[in-house]
Structures are given as C-alpha cells and as structure tokens.
C-alpha cells in the first residue's frame, strides 16, 4: 500500500493533466482538490498531510480514494463526487438534481443580514435548489420564518434533508414554479431572494464542467438569460410587503439592464452587490 503522500503527490499529476488545457494553474487545483477530498474521506487535515507523520493507506481506503480520482478525472465536480459542499456554516448535501452551492452567492446572505428587517421576517428563496440561501439565514436569524421553493420535487426533497441533517425548523420548502404556487398573504414577504437561472444558452464562456455536469433548468434561460429574473421582477410585488426587499443573483455583465427592470417595474433604493472577486452579483431593490 503507498503512503498517503506518495498517493497524494501521484494523483496531483494525474489530475492535473485531467483538467482542460486552459485551466489555470492545474496542479495548484488538483492539489487543492485532493486535499479537500482527503479531508472529506479520511478526516486527515492539511497541517496533518504537511506536517504529520507519514501514513500508509489501507486497501479499502485506497481503493475509495482511487474510485473517487478517477470520477475527477472525468471531469466530475468534486461537490459531486462527495456528496456535499460547504456554503456558509454549513455542509450541505447536493446531487446532479441541484446546482452546486457558490460561495459568491453568500454575497446575497449576507446582505439579507445586513437589512432592516423585523425581528419575526417572513423571507421566500425562488428557486432554493439545495435550500443554502434560505438554510442559512435560517440559522443566522432564528425568529425568521423562510419558505423555499423549486420546480424539481428531487431539489425540494434535498433541501428537506438539509433542514433536517442540521435541524433547521424556522425553515419549509415545497415544490412551486416561481410564485405559482405560493399563497398569497394579506402582509406578504419581507424579502424575496433568488439565485435564478441567468446564463443564456450557449454561452460560450460558460464552464464546459460545469455545463456538461450541473443541470441546465438551474443554469439557462431564454431572452439571453434574463427571462426568469424578468419573471421575478414582474411579480414579486404582488408577494411583497409595503417595504419589503427583492435581491436577485445575476450574470456580472447584466448588471445594468436588471437594476433598470428594477427601477421600471417601480423598485426604489436600487442597489447593485459585488461578490468576493469585485464582480457585480446581485441586484437588490425595495418596494414602496
């Protein structure tokens, strides 16, 4: 059996020469990845592999570890290969059903917390996929009340098993095409947030992994990505309260046209938010 380093130093190369041709640095991502992958597997920490003593593989983690390499290889996202990914403060699970949860979409929680919401808000995530938007301002804010919903029953089940798995009761999720489903209350939702399909189709900087693996009803829309995030703005104020917020996830070139449907749809304190690279994220707005 080899040892843990000699696998790891081994599959880094293997893994790199796996990756596209124009993947940036590639043995800086196969490593991290490995590590990530070791770590998710087999519990052993980075200061472990860097500065702990040499570990031999057993055969069955060996033949794991081998098994999951070669779904690497193949191009399979590592989020996939194991199952889960982190967003937030939370392990959350994922499947092909679901995208796959970006730490650039914090930037739209992270602001949520930062509004001047009521202590009791009533907040609905459209198109929750792994429920991480809803799941995690759930946690932060535990007097909130979060609705999730989502066209794919398999997307609403996941987001269920994440409540359960982290044991999130201020947050429910249930299966809606948009707003089709949702009932209208007399008071309406504090905030509405949504990290909607807004790639358009074909897109040729689109990543060839992440459109031949992620699933497309969560990537493309029509009318060059934005027919979706149309459909939100148009009828969110029908589910908004006096005041109430809508902050949607977007492409960083379409920016511009979505803060003007904001403004013409009749969203004043038109705000455009900027992920953790400085790119333009999410377009938030308020309903007076």
């Known amino acids: 059996m080899a040892s843990l380093q000699t696998w790891l130093l081994a599959s880094s190369v293997r893994l790199a020469q796996a990756y596209p041709s124009n993947e940036p640095e590639p043995e800086e991502r196969a490593q991290r990845e490995l590590q990530w992958l070791l770590e998710a597997r087999l519990g052993i920490s980075l ?37 889960e990914q982190p967003f937030w403060t939370l392990i959350l699970k994922v499947s092909e059903h679901t995208l796959i949860p970006r730490a650039d979409t914090e930037t739209l929680v992270e602001r949520a917390l930062n509004l001047p919401l009521p202590e009791a808000a009533e907040v609905l995530d459209l198109g929750t996929g792994t429920g991480a938007i809803a799941l995690a301002l759930a946690v ?13 029953p398999e997307a609403v089940a996941l987001a269920k098993t994440n409540a359960t798995l982290h044991s999130i009761e201020n947050a429910c999720f249930t299966l809606s095409h948009w707003f089709d489903s949702v009932k209208k209350s007399d008071s309406g939702f504090d905030l509405i947030c949504s990290n909607p399909p807004y790639i358009e189709a074909n897109d040729p900087d689109m990543d060839s992994q992440v459109a031949r693996y992620e699933p497309a009803s969560a990537l493309i829309a029509a009318q060059e990505g934005l027919a979706d995030i149309e459909t ?26 979505v803060a003007r449907r904001y403004r013409a749809k009749g969203f004043s304190e038109v705000e455009v938010l900027k992920d953790l690279t400085g790119n333009d994220r999410a377009t938030l707005g308020r309903w007076v």
Request: aromatic share 8%.
């Open 47 to 83: 200061s472990t592999l860097r500065y702990g003593p040499e570990r031999v593989l057993e055969e069955g983690e060996q033949v794991t570890l081998e098994k999951d390499l070669q779904r690497l290889c193949e191009g399979v996202p590592l989020a996939y290969v194991l199952g």
């Open 140 to 152: 932060e804010r535990p007097h909130w009340k979060l609705l999730g919903v989502d066209v794919v």
């Open 232 to 257: 939100i703005i148009e009828q969110a104020p029908g589910f908004l309260k006096a005041g109430g917020y809508l902050m949607i996830e977007h492409g960083w070139k379409q920016a511009d046209i």
